[in-house]
Protein backbone atom coordinates (compact mmCIF):
# COMPACT_ATOMS: atom_id res chain seq x y z
CA UNK A 1 0.00 0.00 0.00
CA UNK A 2 1.14 3.40 -0.99
CA UNK A 3 0.49 5.84 2.12
CA UNK A 4 0.47 9.04 2.97
CA UNK A 5 0.25 11.30 6.10
CA UNK A 6 -2.74 13.89 6.04
CA UNK A 7 -1.81 17.65 6.32
CA UNK A 8 -3.87 18.09 9.55
CA UNK A 9 -1.37 15.51 10.86
CA UNK A 10 1.71 17.01 9.60
CA UNK A 11 1.01 19.96 11.04
CA UNK A 12 -0.11 18.81 14.80
CA UNK A 13 3.28 16.93 15.10
CA UNK A 14 5.52 19.26 14.18
CA UNK A 15 3.62 22.03 16.69
CA UNK A 16 4.48 19.24 19.40
CA UNK A 17 7.52 18.32 18.67
CA UNK A 18 8.99 21.56 18.45
CA UNK A 19 6.57 22.76 22.14
CA UNK A 20 4.43 25.17 19.99
CA UNK A 21 1.28 23.53 21.24
CA UNK A 22 0.76 19.89 22.51
CA UNK A 23 -1.19 17.43 20.43
CA UNK A 24 -4.54 15.40 22.45
CA UNK A 25 -4.20 11.78 21.22
CA UNK A 26 -7.24 10.76 19.39
CA UNK A 27 -9.05 8.49 18.97
CA UNK A 28 -8.97 6.58 15.43
CA UNK A 29 -11.24 5.19 12.46
CA UNK A 30 -10.59 3.41 9.70
CA UNK A 31 -12.50 5.06 6.80
CA UNK A 32 -13.08 3.36 3.55
CA UNK A 33 -12.78 5.07 0.05
CA UNK A 34 -14.03 4.10 -3.42
CA UNK A 35 -11.82 6.14 -5.28
CA UNK A 36 -8.68 8.07 -4.20
CA UNK A 37 -8.36 10.47 -7.41
CA UNK A 38 -9.03 13.19 -4.69
CA UNK A 39 -5.98 12.16 -2.84
CA UNK A 40 -4.54 15.84 -3.11
CA UNK A 41 -8.20 16.83 -1.33
CA UNK A 42 -7.67 13.83 1.01
CA UNK A 43 -4.63 14.86 2.47
CA UNK A 44 -5.91 18.63 3.08
CA UNK A 45 -8.78 17.31 4.69
CA UNK A 46 -11.38 17.90 2.11
CA UNK A 47 -13.58 14.47 2.05
CA UNK A 48 -14.69 13.08 -1.31
CA UNK A 49 -15.59 9.42 -2.78
CA UNK A 50 -16.00 7.76 0.86
CA UNK A 51 -18.78 4.98 1.14
CA UNK A 52 -22.22 6.24 1.94
CA UNK A 53 -23.36 5.61 5.27
CA UNK A 54 -27.05 5.87 3.17
CA UNK A 55 -28.89 2.86 3.72
CA UNK A 56 -25.57 1.02 3.23
CA UNK A 57 -24.46 -0.09 6.73
CA UNK A 58 -21.61 1.42 6.34
CA UNK A 59 -20.02 2.86 9.37
CA UNK A 60 -16.06 3.87 10.15
CA UNK A 61 -14.10 1.22 12.71
CA UNK A 62 -12.61 2.25 15.16
CA UNK A 63 -9.13 1.06 15.82
CA UNK A 64 -8.12 1.85 19.22
CA UNK A 65 -6.56 -1.53 20.77
CA UNK A 66 -5.64 -2.93 17.45
CA UNK A 67 -2.21 -1.64 16.76
CA UNK A 68 1.27 -3.36 17.89
CA UNK A 69 3.89 -1.34 19.55
CA UNK A 70 5.30 0.92 17.34
CA UNK A 71 9.18 -0.42 16.63
CA UNK A 72 12.02 0.65 13.93
CA UNK A 73 9.03 4.01 12.37
CA UNK A 74 6.38 1.46 11.49
CA UNK A 75 3.57 0.57 13.24
CA UNK A 76 0.84 -2.57 12.00
CA UNK A 77 -2.53 -3.62 13.23
CA UNK A 78 -2.15 -6.53 15.69
CA UNK A 79 -6.28 -7.21 15.36
CA UNK A 80 -8.66 -7.73 12.64
CA UNK A 81 -10.63 -4.62 11.29
CA UNK A 82 -14.20 -5.67 10.35
CA UNK A 83 -16.85 -3.46 8.76
CA UNK A 84 -20.79 -4.26 9.34
CA UNK A 85 -22.19 -6.83 6.63
CA UNK A 86 -23.41 -4.35 3.87
CA UNK A 87 -27.13 -4.25 3.26
CA UNK A 88 -26.32 -2.38 -0.19
CA UNK A 89 -23.39 -2.02 -2.76
CA UNK A 90 -20.63 0.03 -1.45
CA UNK A 91 -18.86 -0.38 -4.66
CA UNK A 92 -15.09 -1.25 -5.19
CA UNK A 93 -13.25 0.09 -2.08
CA UNK A 94 -9.55 0.82 -3.14
CA UNK A 95 -8.32 3.94 -0.77
CA UNK A 96 -8.56 3.65 3.16
CA UNK A 97 -7.53 6.56 5.79
CA UNK A 98 -7.15 6.45 9.67
CA UNK A 99 -9.14 9.42 10.69
CA UNK A 100 -9.66 11.24 14.17
CA UNK A 101 -13.45 10.67 14.08
CA UNK A 102 -16.23 8.51 12.70
CA UNK A 103 -18.63 11.09 10.80
CA UNK A 104 -18.75 9.96 7.02
CA UNK A 105 -17.43 13.54 4.91
CA UNK A 106 -15.91 14.66 8.10
CA UNK A 107 -12.75 14.61 11.05
CA UNK A 108 -9.41 15.00 10.26
CA UNK A 109 -7.35 12.59 7.78
CA UNK A 110 -4.10 11.20 9.88
CA UNK A 111 -3.12 8.94 7.50
CA UNK A 112 -4.23 7.04 3.83
CA UNK A 113 -3.03 4.82 1.38
CA UNK A 114 -3.88 2.72 -1.29
CA UNK A 115 -5.72 -0.62 -0.91
CA UNK A 116 -3.07 -3.12 -2.92
CA UNK A 117 -6.40 -5.19 -4.04
CA UNK A 118 -9.04 -2.93 -4.35
CA UNK A 119 -12.38 -5.07 -3.31
CA UNK A 120 -15.81 -4.49 -4.65
CA UNK A 121 -18.27 -4.91 -1.31
CA UNK A 122 -22.00 -5.94 -2.66
CA UNK A 123 -25.06 -6.33 -0.41
CA UNK A 124 -24.23 -9.09 2.31
CA UNK A 125 -20.19 -8.82 1.63
CA UNK A 126 -18.30 -7.69 4.86
CA UNK A 127 -15.22 -5.83 4.27
CA UNK A 128 -12.01 -6.56 6.25
CA UNK A 129 -8.65 -5.87 7.24
CA UNK A 130 -6.68 -8.79 8.78
CA UNK A 131 -4.75 -8.41 11.24
CA UNK A 132 -1.37 -7.18 10.01
CA UNK A 133 -2.99 -5.50 7.02
CA UNK A 134 -2.45 -2.36 7.74
CA UNK A 135 1.24 -0.67 8.28
CA UNK A 136 2.19 2.53 8.54
CA UNK A 137 5.83 3.77 8.42
CA UNK A 138 7.52 7.24 9.18
CA UNK A 139 10.14 8.09 6.72
Known amino acids: MAGYKGDYLEDKVLDHCVGRASFTMPTTYVALFTDSANLPEIAGGTLTN ?17 WAAAGSGSITTNADIEFATATANWGTVSFFAIMDGDTEGSDNVLYCGDITTPKAVNTDDTAKFASGDITITES
Open 50 to 66: EVSTAGTAYARVATSGK
